[in-house]
């Protein structure tokens, strides 16, 4: 259906201008998809061969050389295989619109603004969940209708990376287990030491939206993520979503942040972390790697990075919720499938990308990392959410505009607290809380 | 426009054949082609880059189309019905509002300047420069360079500090300060525009009009008042279409540097959000299609009210 509409696109200028557009429309809406198409794992590693391009957010594993040396161990395996990277800083936006195309990579990370129920029409199914379920974690993100999409090479947890440096210089040898006492130790920070105990991201955007992830974590419940179809997580009573984001605002409020959010530097904060500058950030486990990269560049000692999970716990037991990074898939019109499996499973199974990133393997069979060895030993309860009704959740997001991955609602929450935006904190959850449920209804089926 | 290419003879055919009687003809032919050949390439590039994919928006406003399935339904105006009940969404042209206090200021700044640079005075070409030059920057470069202008002991304050003004501000901590500091650097932007356009105009002006002026005796006042704004009237009505326009549709700054947070959101940007954040493709083409009329709808009435007329000086 795509060429029908460039097609007419080139013939099509000056003269009715709606009536030859809203033909347009119409040959884009016709045309079938591969629809069920599988990407089999290849039986003889010698005898798959083809060139794949591999599109990847990593531009810095690209440049430095990373990637490539991946690709080299792959082809000890693989020798007939030969693997590209188109490496795209912009991803999500680039790759979407890619989409409309046909020429989007032989294997891609699933860009985040794809509706869950249309990956059958772009990839193609890596097996079912079922089977893939038992050797690996996270499947459940990319399944529809039974059949797995994608594959994530790592997972992590959302919690707070911290300075333990500075947290022990304010005397706080114990990780907080409620909000209160969370806030209590920020503000013994603040009085004690020279930091600024916390710093939002604000600038940046993404660090605000990683808040939502601490969803579930309240509750231990893995139908946290199910239950937003349903309920609504800025209840007065019980929402999940209520408590995380008032302890943003409490944070912000009291002072504990940084005094101008609007010009914050994600780069310069990594310094400033690893300096002790910024006692705590909310991030993924993710980030503790490139802290502490910063931390060996400035001279600091990078075992001064600590990470702590969200101050809450269920019967004694903080309950951090574990999720994908981006998931790969192979695209459904990739004239390569098998060797995009083969780089796909490959890369989850045998590369250790997992491990060099100081993440969750994709393998269940495979340890923690040394950085979460404090999780173990406090007892922590991993959970991972139950995915079923993800599209569901996406439909009612985008439908509401509230954007629970999005950083906006997140910022206005800021200016609230801050007092840059004139309202009160009941009626902007009262809002949110409306636009929701009222998406419910709409969206929801 | 492919169709007038293909009448185009082979130079080699043209070159091997004696003139002789249908020379004329074909002289008058090729006098006929020759300025649709020469406007082939324009129009080509206009039909490609902006026609066709302005009818494929209008397409797009009457669809729920999400930007990515392949998937869409037609929904007829439901998209329209739905900007216009959402009083909310116009609310963001307040924000124009500071950039258009600023374009005010901007008019009146290049105006200025270009009477100045227009008469010989010492240095007059490296400040011709100084001022055009940052039109020239790139606009991503630009809101990230006043993203360290603005920070809280940023540049600015640093500068202030020098005449005693010290401390530190959060410039872009609240919607009023924001708005008019990014207003403040859309001035700086396009002042250089708006400057090199009046002073075309100006000095298009014959000379002797100044002398006979002078021998007057008019003073400078009074030779801007009757000589250079009258005959500049065409480019300054000009100007003024291009700055509200360029108001309402604001966009690059404020995206860059602040994202549309704390209230500096235009409806530029919450369009681009609703079709890149919320996958409303359909809804935000309509957003589109009615800022497109809007902006339409503002030209037209200026020129009713302000007609165009001729400049006749001598």
């Not at chain 1, 040394?370 to 599209?391: C, M, R, S």
């Not at chain 2, 901590?173 to 009046?198: C, D, H, I, K, P």
């Not at chain 2, 002398?211 to 006042?221: H, K, S, T, V």
Request: hydrophobic content about 40%; aromatic content about 12%; glycine content about 8%.
């Amino acid at each position: 259906m795509v060429h029908i509409r460039i097609r007419t696109r080139t013939t099509t200028f000056a003269g009715a201008l709606v009536a030859t557009a809203l033909l347009t429309a119409a040959c884009t809406g016709s045309g079938g998809s591969a629809k069920g198409a599988d990407a089999k794992a290849p039986t003889d590693p010698k005898k798959v061969s083809g060139t794949i391009t591999v599109l990847t957010h990593k531009t810095d594993l690209v440049q430095d050389g990373t990637m490539k040396r991946y690709a080299d161990e792959f082809n000890k395996i693989y020798p007939k295989v030969t693997v590209k990277f188109d490496a795209i800083t912009d991803y999500e936006g680039e790759v979407k619109i890619r989409m409309n195309t046909e020429n989007y990579g032989d294997v891609l990370m699933i860009p985040g603004v794809i509706p869950k129920a249309d990956y059958p029409r772009f990839f193609a199914s890596l097996g079912t969940e079922a089977e893939r379920s038992k050797k690996y974690r996270f499947t459940a993100f990319t399944t529809v209708g039974g059949k797995t999409y994608g594959q994530s090479p790592m997972g992590s947890i959302p919690g707070f990376t911290y300075n333990k440096k500075v947290w022990s210089q304010a005397g706080i040898t114990k990780w907080p287990t409620t909000p209160a006492e969370f806030l209590a130790d920020l503000k013994q920070i603040k009085t004690k030491t020279a930091s600024i105990p916390y710093y939002t991201n604000f600038k940046d955007m993404w660090p605000m939206t990683a808040w939502t992830f601490a969803n579930g974590s309240l509750s231990c419940d893995v139908q946290a993520n199910n239950k937003l179809t349903t309920t609504d997580p800025w209840a007065k009573n019980g929402g999940e979503l209520r408590t995380v984001d008032t302890l943003l605002y409490d944070i912000v409020h009291d002072g504990y942040a940084e005094k101008d959010p609007t010009t914050t530097a994600w780069e310069a904060s990594k310094t400033k972390l690893a300096k002790g500058q910024i006692a705590t950030m909310w991030l993924g486990s993710w980030a503790t790697v490139q802290m502490q990269g910063a931390a060996k560049s400035v001279g600091t000692n990078p075992d001064d990075i600590g990470f702590m999970p969200f101050p809450a716990q269920v019967d004694g037991k903080y309950c951090p919720v574990t999720s994908p990074d981006y998931n790969q898939a192979v695209n459904i019109h990739s004239a390569h499938k098998e060797a995009a499996r083969a780089w796909i499973d490959w890369f989850t199974d045998k590369s250790g990308y997992a491990d060099s990133q100081l993440t969750i393997s994709p393998l269940k069979s495979a340890p923690l990392p040394a950085i979460l060895k404090p999780y173990e030993d406090a007892g922590v309860k991993f959970i991972e959410l139950d995915q079923t009704k993800g599209a569901q959740v996406n439909a009612i997001d985008n439908e509401s505009e509230i954007g629970l991955n999005k950083p906006d609602y997140r910022q206005d929450l800021v200016d609230i607290a801050r007092g840059a935006k004139k309202q009160s904190l009941e009626s902007f959850f009262a809002d949110l809380s409306k636009r929701w449920t009222a998406a419910q209804k709409s969206a929801g089926q | 426009m492919a169709q007038t290419t293909a009448h185009q003879a082979p130079p080699v055919q043209h070159a091997v054949r004696p003139a002789e009687a249908k020379a004329p003809a074909r002289a008058r032919r090729w006098r006929a082609v020759t300025p649709w050949l020469f406007l082939a390439a324009p129009l080509v590039l206009l039909g490609v880059f902006t026609y066709a994919p302005v009818a494929n928006m209008i397409a797009y406003s009457f669809t729920d189309w999400d930007g990515i399935s392949p998937e869409l339904h037609y929904t007829g105006v439901e998209n329209y019905t739905e900007l216009f009940t959402r009083p909310a969404l116009f609310q963001v042209f307040f924000v124009s509002a500071y950039y258009l206090a600023a374009s005010v200021v901007q008019i009146v700044l290049a105006l200025y300047f270009a009477t100045i640079l227009s008469f010989d005075i010492r240095f007059r070409n490296l400040f011709k420069g100084l001022l055009f030059f940052p039109y020239l920057i790139n606009g991503v470069a630009i809101g990230f360079v006043f993203l360290y202008f603005f920070q809280d002991g940023g540049t600015l304050d640093t500068v202030l500090g020098l005449f005693g003004a010290g401390g530190h501000r959060a410039w872009l901590g609240t919607a009023e300060s924001a708005n008019s500091s990014m207003a403040g650097v859309s001035v700086w932007r396009y002042l250089g525009l708006n400057f090199v356009l009046f002073l075309g105009a100006i000095q298009s002006i014959p000379g002797e009009l100044y002398e006979a002026a002078e021998l007057d005796g008019a003073n400078r006042w009074q030779q801007f008042r009757h000589i250079i704004a009258p005959s500049i009237r065409p480019i300054l009505s000009l100007t003024v279409i291009l700055s509200i326009s360029g108001s309402l549709s604001a966009f690059e700054i404020p995206y860059i540097m602040t994202g549309g947070a704390t209230g500096t959101e235009t409806f530029v940007i919450q369009t681009v959000k609703l079709a890149f954040q919320f996958n409303k493709t359909g809804l935000a083409s309509a957003a589109a299609i009615v800022l497109l009329l809007i902006i339409l709808g503002v030209t037209w009435v200026q020129r009713r009210l302000v007609p165009d007329e001729k400049v006749d000086l001598v």
